[in-house]
């Protein structure tokens, strides 16, 4: 897709308006995993999520290249379409954004406040990608896909950072949605010739990418209903599959109750709110413990944007005898 220098100068186009995020090794945490354990820290940007970085490579090549388009349209359940408001908005250009009826409250509002034009069409992401295709063509609008290799590239700036900061990575857990973040890692990974094995992530209940990285072809499914909506994919994309497979070592499935545990772990144990995807990572290491002893973790925060409403019903106080046997 690219190479280093490429990588290189995505990551200066990124960093006019993000600064790197941290890096932290928390000790809480690596005595909940029994090994050591370092965070990216990706709810740490002025979106709250990882995706900020692909929207702004991606808009610095579409205004270079086609300094006159009308406009972008996307589809999204929130952080890609924040993403591309965020990026359009430095660069004066208008953004439309579908995302599925009963999407999350809070990222339709910050999708808004970015300037975006919301659309809300359809019950999940497929539905709304599949209308927004179609406004594209009759508005002469400019489709963004969930995938692609600008994307790709810049989200990859987080890994560049990661790696360059802690290189002696063992394993490192990344959640999939479309697969831009794990690619990005894997690429990143590859370019400066470490060894880090790279495992993803996905929920037991939008399973597309780990029943497709075992079979070896596109196996869609019927539903995604998992409320970890950054991993609500129903139909994966067959270049991100081919790198995932070429790159990653497995997929590990988690459920929602993992993933529970996952955000209330970190709220105790850092202090940082993570939404059901930012959680994933941190959930399938925990299912994994006992395979990373002696090894040094990553784990990809990859953002925080959780509405209130679904944190205090999904991981509440009513949720506390489960948080009390995660941390036993």
Not at 11 to 28: D, E, F, S, Y
Not at 166 to 195: E, F, H, W
Not at 312 to 326: C, V, Y
Request: include cysteine; hydrophobic fraction near 45%.
């Amino acid at each position: 897709m690219f190479d280093l220098s490429e990588l290189e100068r995505a990551h200066r186009i990124v960093g006019t308006a993000v600064p790197p995020t941290p890096t932290h090794a928390w000790p809480l945490l690596a005595e909940r995993l029994g090994t050591s354990v370092v965070v990216k820290h990706e709810n740490h940007t002025p979106i709250g999520a990882f995706k900020v970085r692909g929207g702004l490579v991606y808009l610095e090549r579409l205004k270079r290249e086609r300094p006159d388009v009308p406009g972008i349209i996307s589809a999204t359940r929130g952080n890609h379409g924040q993403s591309l408001a965020f990026a359009a908005g430095r660069h004066g250009v208008p953004a439309v954004i579908y995302v599925p009826r009963s999407n999350s409250v809070e990222k339709n509002r910050a999708m808004r406040a970015f300037g975006a034009e919301l659309v809300e069409h359809g019950d999940d992401f497929q539905a709304a990608r599949e209308e927004a295709e179609r406004r594209a063509q009759f508005a002469g609008l400019h489709m963004v896909p969930s995938f692609h290799p600008d994307l790709v590239l810049g989200v990859a700036t987080y890994a560049l950072e990661l790696f360059r900061a802690t290189a002696d990575l063992d394993t490192l857990y990344v959640p999939i949605g479309q697969g831009s973040g794990i690619c990005g890692c894997i690429m990143a990974r590859d370019l400066l010739g470490l060894k880090t094995e790279i495992v993803g992530v996905q929920s037991t209940e939008a399973p597309s990418y780990a029943l497709s990285f075992a079979s070896g072809k596109i196996v869609t499914t019927e539903t995604s209903n998992t409320r970890a909506d950054g991993m609500a994919t129903r139909i994966p994309d067959p270049e991100a599959l081919a790198l995932i497979r070429k790159g990653a070592s497995r997929i590990v499935q988690v459920t929602d109750d993992e993933v529970a545990d996952a955000i209330r772990a970190y709220w105790t144990d850092t202090h940082n709110l993570a939404e059901g995807a930012g959680a994933a990572a941190l959930a399938a290491a925990l299912q994994e413990k006992a395979r990373l002893a002696g090894k040094r973790v990553g784990l990809i925060l990859s953002g925080g944007n959780i509405d209130f409403d679904l944190f205090r019903s999904w991981i509440g106080t009513e949720a506390a005898p489960a948080a009390q046997r995660a941390v036993a």
